[in-house]
């Protein structure tokens, strides 16, 4: 474990901060499932990104013109989220949460991880992978979709009015669901502390969460074993994997609450 003098240094602070605010929000992106197996889209190598084209598989014009390549294509990605596990920096978020006055968790991921670990109700910016609904825009949903046990056509079709069902996710070119969106601008914009965790900063709007905040007065700490691409640096950079930062931030933040109550 890559943890340094330096880093020991900064999770105090972090910590301080943490445990001393009104409102925390946390922000996190791929990398925080990294752990759990779930690649990420932009680590050179390995991120999606890398190997597979974004317009061709993440757009509505690319699902328009090969629905069944895309359906599968996320069916396969659904497959490995529900053989994932929450790792060790899901599960320090979600103890996070019982340790400070308020937390709100936001999430560009759709892998679902937060909740599995825990985590109350985290505003997920770009839908859940695991829930499909309605190309045709009639409001069908589906939730927890099982490829194993569809045996049907391949994309299946809507029960109510007979379109393509698609997997409920925002896609390049598409709006985020608007209440998501709102709620997650709102609490970044009156928090005091926001953390953002696993995420290259390079796709907005979510990029922008940590800029907001800083605008309204907050402290802004990241999480990443690379800096991402804000506009603004953060006020501390915790350097290394969420699984193994998480869990000393957190365990940091219950010392000086329990020193706090004696
Ligand atoms: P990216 O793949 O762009 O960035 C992943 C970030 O995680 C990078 O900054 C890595 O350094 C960091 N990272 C890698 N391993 C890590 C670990 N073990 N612990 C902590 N951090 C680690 O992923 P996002 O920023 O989440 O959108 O990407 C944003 C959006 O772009 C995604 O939601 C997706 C994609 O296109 C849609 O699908 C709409
Ligand atoms: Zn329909």
Redesign the pocket.
């Given at each position: 474990m890559d943890i340094t003098s330096d880093n020991n240094r900064f999770i105090g602070q972090a910590a301080t901060w943490i445990s001393g605010c009104s409102h925390l929000v946390v922000s996190t992106?791929?990398?925080?499932s990294?752990?759990s197996g779930i690649p990420?889209?932009?680590?050179a190598g390995t991120?999606l990104?890398a190997s597979y084209d974004?317009m061709q598989l993440?757009s509505v014009q690319g699902f328009s013109q090969d629905p069944k390549l895309v359906w599968e294509w996320y069916a396969w990605r659904r497959n490995k989220v529900y053989e994932a596990r929450p790792n060790p920096?899901h599960l320090a978020l979600a103890r996070l949460e019982s340790l400070v006055s308020r937390m709100t968790l936001v999430t560009?991921?759709?892998d679902g991880l937060h909740r599995r670990a825990g985590s109350g109700s985290p505003i997920e910016l770009?839908g859940n992978i695991t829930r499909v609904k309605c190309f045709g825009g009639c409001g069908e949903m589906h939730e927890n979709w099982s490829d194993e046990k569809y045996k049907g056509e391949i994309p299946p079709r809507c029960n109510s009015c007979g379109s393509l069902l698609r997997p409920d996710?925002?896609?390049?070119g598409e709006q985020l669901p608007e209440k998501a969106l709102h709620d997650a601008f709102h609490v970044a914009e009156n928090c005091d502390v926001i953390l953002v965790?696993?995420?290259?900063?390079?796709?907005q709007p979510?990029a922008s969460l940590p800029v907001v905040a800083q605008r309204g007065g907050a402290r802004f700490i990241e999480?990443?074993?690379?800096p991402?691409a804000f506009a603004e640096p953060a006020d501390i950079l915790l350097t290394g994997?969420?699984?193994e930062i998480l869990p000393l931030l957190v365990a940091e933040v219950e010392r000086l609450g329990k020193g706090s109550k004696t």
């Open positions: 992106g791929a990398g925080v990294q752990e990420t889209f932009r680590d991120g990104w974004p993440a920096g560009q991921n759709v770009h996710v925002v896609w390049f965790v696993g995420t290259s900063g390079t796709v979510a999480v990443n074993p690379q991402g994997k969420s699984g």
